[in-house]
Nanobody, 116 residues
């Protein structure tokens, strides 16, 4: 069993920054890729950014140049540095870990609210 827990969300003014963290815990597992998704009210969940075990990254067009995903493999932790935040970034952010053989695991989500 793998637990995925997000932290670091909150309320910030437009133009501000936040850093999200996500840690996967358990035993006997290896993670392939990790990623951040978000879901705004009334909208579908969408990929924000992802990173593979060797550091290859992928970003949604809407966050390119503003968000940076990084990863600490030794700690099974992924980070999302969010700069120049906009009100449209307001959403619940979910962490996803793709575990080798066992499949995908989701965190419970964390609220990010950007005020105008």
């Amino acid at each position: 069993q793998v637990q995925v827990v997000e932290s670091g969300g909150g309320l910030v003014q437009a133009g501000g920054s936040l850093r999200l963290s996500c840690a996967a815990s358990g035993s006997g597992f290896r993670i392939n890729s990790m990623g951040w998704y978000r879901q705004a009210p009334g909208k579908q969940r969408e990929l924000v950014a992802s990173i593979t075990s060797v550091g290859s990254t992928n970003y949604a067009d809407s966050v390119k140049g503003r968000f940076t995903i990084s990863r600490d493999n030794a700690k099974n932790t992924v980070y999302l540095q969010m700069n120049s935040l906009k009100p449209e970034d307001t959403a619940v952010y979910y962490c996803h870990a793709e575990v080798r053989i066992w499949g995908g695991y989701w965190g419970r989500g964390i609220q990010v609210t950007v005020s105008s």
